[in-house]
């Protein structure tokens, strides 16, 4: 059996991103695919979901 590999491509490979909770502000990071705009994230502090926006620089 062999072991799943990550995307080594620099628009679909997973980014560590650090995200804030809407709901609670509870801080915590994700594996968000780089070339994603949403991810869709559910808290484990106050388990509410929400659909998390990447922000851009501008």
């Known amino acids: 059996m062999s072991e799943p590999t990550l995307s080594k491509d620099p628009v679909t490979a997973p ?6 909770c809407p709901g609670c502000g509870r ?20 388990h509410k979901q929400f659909e998390l926006h990447r922000k851009r620089a501008h």
């Open 15 to 20: 980014q560590r991103t650090r995200i804030s």
């Open 27 to 46: 801080n915590d990071y994700v594996s968000w695919p780089a070339g994603q705009d949403t991810f869709h994230w559910k808290c484990f502090n106050c």
